[in-house]
């Protein structure tokens, strides 16, 4: 498991407060695959906003949200889809060399 940013600023829309763990590949789908148990430090708007979506579906709903800007929703987007292309990095790194998640079981397949 990595976490993703810091525990003062929101990693989704840069609000900075007292931040809450975003399970950034909801447990609740795809639990059994090592790489979806990264969190990111989100705001508590950004987290009961996500809830169990997955983050593309996030971004989805965040660029068809009526209240949010199109400045925020720029942000949004970048946030997200670096983070997901990150998430991909580092799991492929992890499947490569396998000590990236030290601190983890280490499951094949
Ligand atoms: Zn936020």
Same mark, same amino acid.
């Given at each position: 498991m990595k976490v993703y940013g810091?525990?003062?600023?929101?990693? +989704?829309?840069?609000?900075?407060?007292a931040c809450t763990k975003d399970h950034v590949f909801p447990r609740?789908?795809?639990?059994?695959?090592?790489? +979806?148990r990264d969190i990111a430090w989100v705001c508590r708007f950004c987290n009961s906003l996500k809830g169990a979506m997955m983050p593309l579906d996030f971004l989805s709903y965040i660029e068809s949200h009526?209240?949010?800007t199109d400045e925020a929703k720029k942000r949004y987007r970048q946030a997200i889809v670096t983070l997901v292309k990150k998430i991909e990095e580092d799991a492929r790194m992890e499947r490569t060399?396998?000590?990236? +998640?030290?601190s983890y079981p280490q499951k094949q397949n």
């Open positions: 810091r525990n003062d600023k929101c990693f +989704y829309c840069g609000k900075e407060e609740s789908k795809l639990h059994r695959q090592h790489k +979806y009526p209240a949010i060399f396998g000590t990236v +998640y030290a």
